[in-house]
Nanobody, 118 residues
């Protein structure tokens, strides 16, 4: 059974940094994409970053490009999201997702809260 467990959220001032972790278990993730999404109150879940588990290729939306970095540690089965130059608009619950490359993300963690104060 696939499990994704996020950690590392918290309260930070604008301009600060946080690193989120997603520990994945339950299967081999070769051929999978891992991603981070976020959801602010009253808003839809928003794509933040993704990484191909096998190739390491990454994608970001313009809203976080240059500030956020996604990476993975294959040996530990952990995906990281390094977030720098945080803004109040980055506030939300951050979710880790996993899915076969090219298909929808069908595994999700429970989420971790990130709050950026101005």
């Amino acid at each position: 059974q696939v499990q994704l467990v996020e950690s590392g959220g918290g309260l930070v001032q604008a301009g600060g940094s946080l690193r989120l972790s997603c520990t994945a278990s339950g299967r081999s993730f070769s051929g999978y994409a891992m991603a981070w999404f976020r959801q602010a109150p009253g808003k839809e879940r928003e794509f933040v970053a993704s990484i191909n588990w096998s190739s390491g290729n990454t994608r970001y939306p313009d809203s976080v490009k240059g500030r956020f970095t996604i990476s993975r540690d294959n040996a530990k089965n952990v995906v990281y999201l390094q977030m720098n130059s945080l803004k109040p608009d980055d506030t939300g619950v951050y979710y880790c997702g996993a899915g076969i490359v090219g298909l929808a993300y069908n595994y999700w963690g429970q989420g971790t809260q990130v709050t950026v104060s101005s």
